[in-house]
T-cell receptor, first 110, second 110 residues
Framework: RKEVEQDPGPFNVPEGATVAFNCTYSNSASQSFFWYRQDCRKEPKLLMSVYSSGNEDGRFTAQLNRASQYISLLIRDSKLSDSATYLCVVNHNQGGKLIFGQGTELSVKP | DAGVIQSPRHEVTEMGQEVTLRCKPISGHDYLFWYRQTMMRGLELLIYFNNNVPIDDSGMPEDRFSAKMPNASFSTLKIQPSEPRDSAVYFC????????FGPGTRLTVT
């Protein structure tokens, strides 16, 4: 079993739709959680950190459930520019190794 | 800040040749990471450094791969001899709690 597992996708949605990505992690000692975004043939870029209380950044909302070892990302009012691969990322200790999920591809259509 | 800088951006070489990838991390970041990304295996951590010292090289695939960080502003990843299965995008990242990726080196070994 992979340490970080994500919905395989791809997700094809119309502009304006709300889309949710889910991710589970296997190591209960994991301490830090992130969502990264990767555009085609580009480097991964940090989208947002995920905090225990949940956090929001504009149209993006991230949630963490430590008991279920589950992370989610909600994108509201999706835009064409949101089309990318979204990577769920977990860190076991501060400053150390990041474990990346395989990513979920999102395609937003006009 | 210029962000993480990698060179070359593209490298095409023949099997058996030595390949050297270079990385300049963001100034002030204590950690430096080397990743490899392929369609089949996704994003894999090869090795990371803290304050120029290698901390975990368990992801380095075999002895043909080596990495150095002679000072806080420079690191190299060397493959000698290269093989076609080494073809991938190699990313360097720096940071601690949050990691910031360079644009990557796209390596093709023929």
């Amino acid at each position: 079993r992979k340490e970080v597992e994500q919905d395989p996708g791809p997700f094809n949605v119309p502009e304006g739709a709300t889309v949710a990505f889910n991710c589970t992690y296997s190591n209960s000692a994991s301490q830090s959680f992130f969502w990264y975004r990767q555009d085609c043939r580009k480097e991964p870029k940090l989208l947002m950190s995920v905090y225990s209380s949940g956090n929001e950044d504009g149209r993006f909302t991230a949630q963490l459930n430590r008991a279920s070892q589950y992370i989610s990302l909600l994108i509201r009012d999706s835009k064409l520019s949101d089309s990318a691969t979204y990577l769920c990322v977990v860190n076991h200790n501060q400053g150390g190794k990041l474990i990346f999920g395989q990513g979920t591809e999102l395609s937003v259509k006009p | 800040d210029a962000g993480v800088i990698q060179s070359p951006r593209h490298e095409v070489t023949e099997m058996g040749q030595e390949v050297t990838l270079r990385c300049k991390p963001i100034s002030g970041h204590d950690y430096l990471f080397w990743y490899r990304q392929t369609m089949m295996r996704g994003l894999e951590l090869l090795i990371y450094f803290n304050n120029n010292v290698p901390i975990d090289d368990s992801g380095m695939p075999e002895d043909r791969f080596s990495a150095k960080m002679p000072n806080a502003s420079f690191s190299t990843l060397k493959i000698q001899p290269s093989e076609p299965r080494d073809s991938a995008v190699y990313f360097c990242a720096s940071g601690s709690y949050e990691q910031y990726f360079g644009p990557g080196t796209r390596l093709t070994v023929t």
